[in-house]
């Protein structure tokens, strides 16, 4: 192992031989290091800049909020989970490694299969929910462009959007063909993905602003668009009864990419690189989209005598085919971007992670893309109670457990010094004798275990949202500081006692 001002490591041993080794899964080198913080920071923009953030806000005041209580708890909850977010990349950056690769420092060798595939079935869950919207808009422009195309599937409607006519359903035909193009791009690899971010982030920050810009003209003024937000509301609720799973909801947003950031900052020039890029990207771009989101949806209710809350049917309004048309690529590339980078590059290591000599980089990502539409997203986005109170809070239980067993074990046990050659041995210091670490299992399921019936009776009540919650309630609608909290403490007394018994020597370093 080789070291670059203490703050890049390289391996220098050949292990290629080994079963935990290919070549996607192995660290990046210093060459290799090449993503800028304004590359960092593009990626956090093409990510947030998607029609899901557009409605997040927007899901908020529907619950009762104002639009300003939505804007603080959306930035509130993005700044927060910023920091796991940079505590984990700081791993990727110093050694070059992906978040599977990592996981086996505290799992195990092999333990590490578990929290890559809840990570990946999450990213499967997303990838399907962006294919479907990508789809969407896809639909709406080829039915522009192509009136034909339109008529020759929509006889006939049996809700959810699909319209069925002729030998084929025309929305599924845009569905999958959206997921074609990107499976074309995921054969494509990293790199890809690093010069699709790059290119499509100015586009988008310039498409969410023309948008803005249009809507506050045709609302008569900015003034108008704000005063007319509460239309929006669909009931009212105290701010601090709705604040809790909102807050939680934001957070859970991006507690995936907090587990695999390290994913994209293996390849970052430097800690300052992937701290600032991150920092500009995350939290601004979040919650400026996210009202662009809110603005446009109550300039709608002044401009057509209804809220509009999806870009989507927005879109079909317009009368002007080359407006249509720029609106449609935005939104493509938007749904493009994010898909890409936050589900597809985490599940296609995950997947790897499971048999690194036979499964590539590429084939998880295939993997990811055949789950993504078993896991039937039109279900998914059924409505904006199910998708903010059952999927957004449900997954941050399982993301926050993982996340805080990582940074305790990284920063606490480790104090940020890994063996890199150990992670690829069968026999290493990071087998824990049998593969898995048991103490970072009973810490993740300890720390499960408190939100998981919450969750049960979110996920069977209509909306998500319980209407008396007791104790089990209470503790599921802060699911990922409850699991984040439990996990990191109790998997630091766990490894403390057990390398005290053992004299130090379980899974730490020689």
Not at 177 to 193: P, Y
Request: hydrophobic share 50%; net charge neutral; with cysteine.
């Amino acid at each position: 192992m080789s070291e670059r001002n203490s703050e890049f490591f390289e391996l220098a041993e050949d292990l290629s031989s080994s079963p935990l080794w290919n070549h996607d899964l192995a660290p990046t080198t210093v060459r290799q290091r090449t993503w800028s913080t304004w590359n960092i920071a593009a990626l956090w923009i093409g990510m947030s800049v998607v029609i899901t953030t557009y409605t997040l806000a927007g899901g908020f005041i529907e619950a009762g909020m104002t639009w300003w209580q939505a804007m603080v708890t959306i930035l509130l909850g993005n700044c927060i989970v910023l920091i796991p977010m940079v505590l984990n990349a700081h791993a990727g950056t110093k050694y070059g490694v992906s978040f599977p690769v990592l996981a086996r420092a505290s799992f195990g060798t092999r333990g590490a299969n578990i929290p890559a595939i809840l990570r990946a079935i999450v990213a499967c869950g997303w990838f399907g929910i962006q294919t479907w919207i990508g789809g969407q808009a896809l639909h709406v422009l080829l039915s522009t462009l192509m009136p034909a195309f339109y008529q020759f599937g929509s006889d006939v409607n049996y809700g959810n959007g699909i319209g069925i006519g002729g030998y084929f359903l025309t929305e599924w035909v845009s569905f999958f063909l959206f997921w074609l193009i990107q499976v074309v791009i995921i054969l494509r690899g990293i790199e890809g993905i690093k010069r699709l971010e790059s290119w499509t982030a100015p586009l988008l920050l310039l498409g969410g602003l023309v948008l803005l810009i249009w809507a506050a003209n045709a609302a008569g003024g900015m003034g108008n668009v704000l005063s007319g937000v509460s239309v929006l509301q669909k009931q009212q609720a105290d701010f601090w009864a709705i604040f809790p799973g909102a807050l939680t909801a934001s957070v859970g947003y991006w507690a995936t990419l907090s587990l695999n950031i390290p994913d994209f900052t293996r390849y970052a020039r430097s800690q300052r690189s992937q701290m600032l890029g991150q920092a500009l990207g995350l939290p601004t771009t979040m919650t400026a989209f996210a009202f662009i989101g809110v603005a446009v949806t109550s300039a709608t209710v002044i401009i057509y005598g209804e809220a509009i809350a999806d870009p989507v049917k927005l879109i079909q309004r317009f009368d002007n085919t080359l407006v249509i048309l720029f609106a449609m690529v935005v939104i493509f590339a938007a749904q493009l971007s994010t898909n890409m980078a936050a589900n597809v590059v985490s599940p296609s290591n995950d997947f790897s992670n499971l048999n690194p000599k036979r499964i590539s980089y590429v084939a998880g990502g295939l993997i990811t893309a055949v789950i993504g539409i078993l896991m039937m997203p039109w279900q998914l986005m059924s409505s904006m109670g199910a998708y903010i109170f059952t999927w957004l809070i449900g997954y941050s239980g399982l993301m926050g457990a993982i996340g805080g067993i990582l940074i305790s074990d990284y920063w606490l046990i480790r104090k940020r010094r890994i063996e890199l050659a150990e992670l690829y041995k069968t026999d290493g210091i990071y087998s824990y004798g049998s593969g898995f670490n048991w103490r970072a299992i009973i810490a993740l399921a300890a720390a499960i275990a408190p939100v998981v019936p919450g969750f049960l009776r979110a996920a069977t009540t209509p909306g998500g949202q319980v209407a008396d919650p007791n104790l089990f309630d209470t503790l599921y609608i802060y699911a990922w500081f409850v699991t984040f909290a439990v996990a990191f403490v109790l998997y630091y007394v766990l490894m403390k006692f057990a390398n005290t018994t053992r004299g130090g020597t379980l899974g730490t370093e020689r």
